[in-house]
């Protein structure tokens, strides 16, 4: 955590689930602020009284505003950018405005890190854009190229642009995990699209781990990936009905527009590219990373022989997950709760 000492940190998205667990965490260090930049006036107003820390300052904006930013990022030394429009079916029924934001948005950040010399900007991303399906997906796919190529700028610029790429993290908000839980204390039928659909599993703390990670050990153009477990809907299913006690009856609703059955966090053309740490697969860039192996021993080629995909690592199985839900206090196991 002393890579925060004495830094200005801003958070784009900062009242988030995310922007809220890493503000939780950094403030833990002597670190001078956090500006939480973000356009929820309810959320920022409550999140300033449930932190109540002199360190934070609450900057009401958009990244679709180029201007606003400029102003917001003005003697930053780091910045984390967790803002994005995030939910498939919101981008595939409002596909330019996911463009707007995740897209455009991400370049006028670029643009303005850039005029402002900031040492280090990390990009959060997502497994949905790797070999992207939906139009979420392809948005967030572009926010990560636009990130790595900034370094070409560097010379000119100081500016370090990285990116860490992981999927969705247990619990977060919009999540499989908290619909299940409120369908099942309800009493209502748990809706699951396909039993033999996987997905990655992180938690809060592995995302914060990994982001302080590639901060810290990053250099620049590549992007941080965990390397992950990984579940069936149906074994999570499972391990709820099994943590409540409950036997709600299931119903199979298929897979939405734009879901995959599996999700990669590394595709096979990406893996001569490919190297890896004993918690990460680091992936550089050939054309703007500093990868020197001989001066950094930590990160090895990767033998991965195939794709990183949720259907071909290990699964985790209902006792596992039940450990894992209670460890991280994700489910409270009482109806009443």
């Not at 932190?51 to 990244?63: A, E, H, Q």
């Not at 100081?158 to 990116?163: D, E, P, S």
């Not at 620049?220 to 009856?249: A, R």
Request: glycine content about 6%; some cysteine.
């Amino acid at each position: 955590m002393d890579i925060f000492d004495k830094k200005k940190i801003l958070i784009t998205g900062g009242t988030g689930s995310l922007g809220q667990a890493l503000t939780k965490k950094i403030l833990q260090s002597d670190v001078d602020s956090i500006r939480i930049f973000s356009r929820d006036e309810f959320k920022q107003t409550q999140m300033k009284s449930d932190f109540n820390d002199d360190r934070l300052r609450f900057l009401i904006g958009d990244i679709r505003d180029k201007f606003r930013l400029q102003r917001a990022i003005e003697n930053v030394d780091i910045v984390i950018h967790a803002a994005a429009l995030k939910h498939i079916t919101t981008a595939e029924h409002n596909p330019f405005e996911a463009v707007k934001t995740n897209i455009i948005g991400s370049q006028n950040l670029i643009d303005v890190c850039l005029d402002e010399n900031v040492d280090t900007v990390l990009a959060v991303g997502t497994d949905k854009a790797v070999s992207p399906f939906n139009t979420y997906g392809a948005t967030k796919l572009l926010m990560e190229r636009l990130f790595i190529s900034a370094n070409n700028y560097r010379g000119s610029h100081k500016t370090k642009f990285l990116a860490v790429r992981y999927g969705n993290v247990l619990g977060s908000r919009g999540s499989i995990l908290p619909v299940l839980i409120e369908q099942i204390k309800n009493g209502k039928k748990i809706t699951i699209t396909d039993p033999e659909m996987t997905r990655f599993n992180i938690t809060m703390d592995d995302a914060l781990n990994l982001i302080f990670r590639a901060l810290k050990n990053g250099s620049t153009g590549c992007v941080f990936i965990p390397k992950l477990k990984s579940y069936k809907v149906s074994t999570l299913k499972d391990s709820l009905m099994e943590l409540f006690d409950s036997n709600s009856e299931t119903e199979i609703i298929g897979v939405r527009p734009g879901e995959k059955y599996h999700e990669s966090l590394i595709n096979e053309h990406e893996l001569r590219l490919t190297f890896e740490t004993e918690e990460d697969y680091v992936l550089f860039d050939e054309t703007v990373s500093q990868l020197k192996l001989d001066q950094n021993q930590n990160f090895t080629k990767a033998d991965l022989k195939q794709d990183y995909s949720s259907d071909k690592v290990k699964l985790l199985t209902i006792d596992e997950l039940k450990q894992e839900l209670t460890q991280h206090q994700l489910v409270r196991t009482s109806l009443n709760q």
